[in-house]
């Protein structure tokens, strides 16, 4: 979470409002929030009483139009203190309420990966993203799973590969994980066994959260993802 600046009275608010664990959690918000247009203090951040919260934030939007980014938004959420899934239409409609009392103009774009939550949240505005072509996706993972970006002296992975990134479906943040991961890796027995691995039977979702480990960069998470790859758990 960030605030990227502040351009006359437009304040721009950027919020990872979606952890791997899908948590849209309304409390967390509203002090990111807080936090983020700088009207938090300590006490804030370790208060749980969202009503107290909301109002603080509802008094420091008074005066400011703002941007608001919620990125990476998921369709359910769990409920404050016992872990419950409630859904997200009550957790938005919450986090409205002391946003209307901003200026007129203000505006909150939403990103996700799945279609509902923008009827959920009952957009104006859908801009559709398409996957990455084949080529493209093929282009990428040269990239990060060959040296120097070239699988010709590889051609022994190359159809391997090839069929890998199109199970990516087009999906960039995939592509780029498997590449990674993939990296450095010439037994054509490990391409396989990603190849064949039962990954691929979950959603979207499912997968990208399996991915998402990747983005530390740390070896140590790659390698937990590769095992996770090869020894996903088979069947129901």
Same mark, same amino acid.
């Given at each position: =979470?960030?605030? /990227?600046?502040?351009?006359? /009275?437009?304040?721009?608010?950027?919020?990872?409002?979606?952890?791997?664990?899908?948590?849209?959690?309304?409390?967390?918000?509203?002090?990111?929030?807080?936090?983020?247009?700088?009207?938090?203090? !300590?006490?804030? =951040?370790?208060?749980?009483?969202?009503?107290?919260?909301?109002?603080?934030?509802?008094?420091?939007?008074? /005066?400011?139009?703002?941007?608001?980014?919620? /990125?990476?938004?998921?369709?359910?959420?769990?409920?404050?203190?016992?872990?419950?899934?409630?859904?997200?239409?009550? @957790?938005?409609?919450?986090?409205?309420?002391?946003?209307?009392?901003?200026?007129?103009?203000?505006?909150?774009?939403?990103?996700?990966?799945?279609?509902?939550?923008?009827?959920? =949240?009952? @957009?104006?505005?859908?801009?559709?993203?398409?996957?990455? !072509?084949?080529?493209?996706?093929?282009?990428?993972?040269?990239?990060?799973?060959?040296?120097?970006?070239?699988?010709?002296?590889? !051609?022994?992975?190359?159809?391997?590969?090839?069929?890998?990134?199109?199970?990516?479906?087009?999906?960039?943040? @995939?592509?780029?994980?498997?590449? !990674?991961?993939?990296?450095?890796?010439?037994?054509?027995?490990?391409?396989?066994?990603?190849?064949?691995?039962?990954?691929?039977?979950?959603?979207?979702?499912?997968?990208?959260?399996?991915?998402?480990?990747?983005?530390?960069?740390?070896?140590?998470?790659?390698?937990? =993802?590769?095992?996770?790859?090869?020894?996903?758990?088979?069947?129901?």
């Amino acid at each position: =979470m960030f605030v /990227d600046s502040k351009v006359g /009275d437009l304040l721009l608010i950027h919020i990872l409002a979606q952890s791997v664990q899908s948590n849209f959690c309304l409390l967390k918000v509203t002090k990111s929030i807080l936090e983020g247009i700088r009207s938090a203090t !300590s006490s804030d =951040m370790q208060s749980e009483n969202l009503d107290l919260l909301q109002q603080k934030l509802k008094e420091s939007l008074g /005066d400011n139009r703002f941007l608001l980014v919620l /990125d990476d938004v998921w369709e359910k959420c769990p409920s404050e203190g016992e872990g419950l899934r409630i859904p997200l239409l009550a @957790a938005w409609e919450g986090l409205r309420i002391p946003l209307l009392a901003a200026e007129e103009g203000s505006k909150v774009v939403v990103t996700t990966r799945n279609r509902n939550v923008a009827k959920i =949240m009952r @957009a104006d505005h859908t801009h559709p993203l398409e996957g990455l !072509s084949q080529a493209h996706c093929w282009s990428l993972f040269q990239k990060l799973a060959f040296e120097d970006g070239d699988s010709s002296p590889y !051609s022994q992975l190359e159809s391997i590969g090839k069929k890998i990134v199109a199970k990516c479906q087009g999906l960039p943040l @995939a592509v780029k994980a498997l590449g !990674s991961l993939l990296y450095s890796k010439t037994d054509r027995r490990e391409w396989e066994q990603i190849l064949e691995s039962e990954i691929w039977g979950l959603q979207h979702h499912q997968i990208l959260s399996l991915v998402d480990i990747e983005l530390s960069r740390s070896p140590i998470a790659s390698e937990t =993802m590769f095992c996770l790859l090869l020894h996903f758990p088979q069947g129901p």
